[in-house]
């Protein structure tokens, strides 16, 4: 069972910069796409960014370009860096981690999430 648990987050004005972590809690984490969602009160979960295994990454078109997810295998935590912050980007940031093998999924893991607030 993967524990994922998350740090970084805070109150920063619009234009700065944070950084999140996500740290697991065993070693099998670096077989996993890991992605960071996050989610506003009265809003569906959404997906920010993730990174596969070999460090293939997708983002969402609204951070393409400010936010940069990253990962340390040999560490067993993924990062993901934000720049330019705007007001909207206030949310909770939750951290992923999920297996596929063959088309299945094999497991699934949510971290507990982190308050990032942007203020203007």
């Known amino acids: 069972q993967v524990q994922l648990v998350e740090s970084g987050g805070g109150l920063v004005q619009a234009g700065g910069s944070l950084r999140l972590s996500c740290a697991a809690s065993?070693?099998?984490?670096?077989?996993?796409?890991v992605a960071w969602h996050r989610q506003t009160p009265g809003k569906l979960r959404e997906l920010v960014a993730d990174?596969?295994?070999?460090?293939?990454?997708e983002y969402a078109d609204f951070v393409k370009g400010r936010f940069t997810i990253s990962r340390d295998n040999a560490k067993n935590v993924v990062f993901l860096e934000m720049n330019s912050l705007k007001p909207e980007d206030t949310a909770v940031y939750y951290c992923?981690?999920?297996?596929?093998?063959?088309?299945?999924?094999?497991?699934?893991?949510w971290g507990q999430g982190t308050q990032v607030t942007v203020s203007s």
């Open positions: 065993e070693s099998g984490f670096g077989r996993n796409v």
């Open positions: 990174i596969t295994r070999s460090g293939r990454t």
């Open positions: 992923r981690a999920y297996y596929i093998l063959r088309g299945s999924l094999q497991s699934d893991h």
